[in-house]
């Protein structure tokens, strides 16, 4: 589902009609394939970068995903009982500079 999002918006150059249609899906498939998609961006979200290569602009679009991610990805993936790890990562990519690297859920935080 995460490469299809990401064709869709490519071709169309923008997210939020894909997104809006996505966050409607609230049923367990969907919710599945978010957990999938989460896990798959977690990694470049955290390093403000888009998961997947663009002609856009990757700026607003790291943004409007993350953003997107942050607000609506939470329940869904509670769910579909995701790891705390995750849920803490998907959390940290709404955090801005020092909050994010300070906390200490963050993956290079060191005691």
């Known amino acids: ?8 918006a490519e071709a169309s150059t ?3 009609p894909w997104l809006g249609v996505w966050e409607t ?7 599945q394939h978010l957990a999938t998609a989460a896990a798959h961006w977690e990694y470049d979200l955290l390093g403000d970068e888009l998961p997947w290569r663009t002609m856009g602009n ?3 679009l790291v943004s409007e995903l993350a953003s997107w991610l942050v607000r609506h990805a939470p ?5 579909q009982d995701a790891s705390d790890s995750l ?3 998907i959390r940290l990519i709404g955090l801005t500079g020092p909050a994010r690297w300070t906390d200490p859920h963050w993956p290079n935080h060191r005691y």
Do not use: G, I, K
């Open 25 to 31: 899906a609230d049923h367990r498939v969907a919710n």
């Open 58 to 60: 990757a700026d607003a």
């Open 14 to 16: 923008t997210l939020s």
């Open 87 to 89: 849920l803490h990562r």
């Open 1 to 8: 589902m995460h490469d299809v999002l990401a064709l869709c």
């Open 75 to 79: 329940p869904r993936l509670l769910a």
